[in-house]
């Protein structure tokens, strides 16, 4: 059964709004790479942007420049003990899909790795050029032009977390390799 479902572009922003880590995918000229990111936001509904900070550093960096696109891959607290790992090593020298087991999707947009086992959703981005922010704060930006979910957890435009889908709750990065995962999900009353 696929449980993957297209997301409205103008609900694309939910899927990143309360702050998970996200695995940002990227691939060029034959190569691909995957790293852990804590600092994400949505930053304008229509059309859905995003912004990610990605330091200058990075493989991943380099390959977002080449080609002018990332995925943003929301993963589950399954995937916890990956998401670390990947961001603590660079894919210059190993390929982490390999190494870690993961079978990238190809993105219907963009062509993008994107990872679908053990997360709860992605988006296919292109960077929008910002070369000031991109060099002086490392913030890169992006519009979303294709958006899915688990429909397990994600289900006509909102996040349901309960205790069915705890596999795909999402992951908050505490600092030093610590998490929380979303739980206790609670409804504001209208006053
Ligand atoms: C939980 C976690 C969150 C991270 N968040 C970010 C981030 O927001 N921005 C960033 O540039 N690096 C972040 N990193 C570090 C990168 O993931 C790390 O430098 C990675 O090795 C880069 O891989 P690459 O060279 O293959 O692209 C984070 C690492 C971890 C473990």
């Known amino acids: 059964m696929a449980y993957f479902q297209p997301v409205a572009l103008e609900h694309a922003s939910r899927l990143v709004n309360h702050g998970p880590t996200v695995l940002v995918t990227s691939a060029s000229d034959g190569r691909r790479n995957v790293m852990a990111a804590a600092w994400s936001m949505p930053v304008e509904f229509t059309p859905p942007r995003i912004a990610v900070v990605i330091d200058k550093k990075t493989f991943t960096r380099e390959l977002m420049m080449e080609s002018g696109t990332f995925g943003i891959c929301v993963p589950g607290s399954a995937l916890m003990d990956i998401t670390y790992a990947v961001g603590s090593e660079s894919g210059r020298d190993v390929d982490k899909y390999a190494k870690y087991g993961i079978t990238p999707t190809t ?73 929380v995962r979303v739980s206790g999900m609670v409804a504001a009353k209208r006053l």
């Open 107 to 179: 993105g219907p947009v963009l062509g993008l790795p994107l990872i679908e086992t053990g997360c709860a959703a992605w988006l296919e981005c292109k960077l929008i050029s910002e070369p000031h922010t991109e060099e002086a704060y490392d913030t890169c930006f992006g519009e979303v032009v294709a958006a899915a979910a688990d429909s397990r957890v994600f289900d006509r435009g909102h996040w349901k977390f309960d205790d069915s889908n705890a596999s795909l709750h999402t992951i908050h990065h505490l600092g030093a390799g610590n998490f």
